[in-house]
């Protein structure tokens, strides 16, 4: 088989990488361009590509595979088979037919749920209980084609997007394999989605990064957990914005009404305890701006934080 594989983060890397090791005729690499990064602003490669060259796999990197110069590269590949990971860009009707065994997506989330670009933040960010890994055949939808496999897993209380993505990343590569092998021997068997019972994961906007309401300890624990390490909730504190990562549940003995919410309770070891309507959340790292991020305790040694702040104020 004549594979082409199109991504671009470090989570499509791993699976190109299985690819490779796993010895399948990758012939070509879509990627996304080069951007600026770090305090140079200098190109930095994807993560695919770092991949790809360490491979000696040939890259592309045009603006759009759909069209001009990208569709005329993966014409001149003829490839059988066409897998994506993240690339980051919807394929169109022509790329879509080019290959004889089709183009195929690794998502990471149970279609028809969470379609779109941010599906494990999304699905934390929602209190979810289990998520997953789908494969599927590429249509002219978003995130809709028939599926191939799909396994899931649990979403523990522990997890943050961190944490979870590392697991969805060992699920997702194992999968793959196994749909190589499929796709090898033409025996892949397609179940079509229920359209009904789709729900969106679109993009990571600023506005989903800002944290202002603190009347549940469920809907704060749970944001913070969906962009925790990266790139982190931020609010404020005395209009200085600040970000907030590594949370947990409170005890019930932190419990009242008597404090607002938002309100830093109490400071200690364990990090600071915030009044959350009728509960509480305890976060153990906080990061103000220009700076690294720092316990709590060291925060209050350093009078950035104090007991009776209010957070999102």
Known sequence: MRVVFMGTPDFAASHLKTLAESNYNVIGVFSQPDRPSGRGRRLSPTPVKQVAI????PVFQPDTVNKGVGVAYLERLRPDLVITVAYGKLLRKRVIDLPVKGCYNVHASLLPKYR????????????????????????????SGPIALKHAIAITPEDNFGTLIEKLEVLGCTMLKRFMELAERDQVELEPQN?????????????????KDFSSPSSVLNKIRAYDPLPGVRTSINGEPVKLFE????????????????EIIKIDASGMIVSCGSGSVIISLVQFSGKKKIRPKDALSGRLLREGLVLGG
């Open 54 to 57: 360490e491979y000696g796999i």
């Open 116 to 143: 779109g670009a941010a599906p494990i933040q999304r699905a934390l960010e929602n209190g979810e209980r289990e998520t997953g890994i789908s494969i599927f055949r590429i249509d002219e939808g978003m995130d």
């Open 195 to 211: 359209g009904e019972l789709a729900t969106l994961a679109p993009k990571i906007s600023p506005e989903d990064l800002e944290l």
């Open 247 to 262: 949370a947990k549940r409170g005890n019930i003995e932190y419990q009242t009404s008597k404090k607002k919410e938002g």
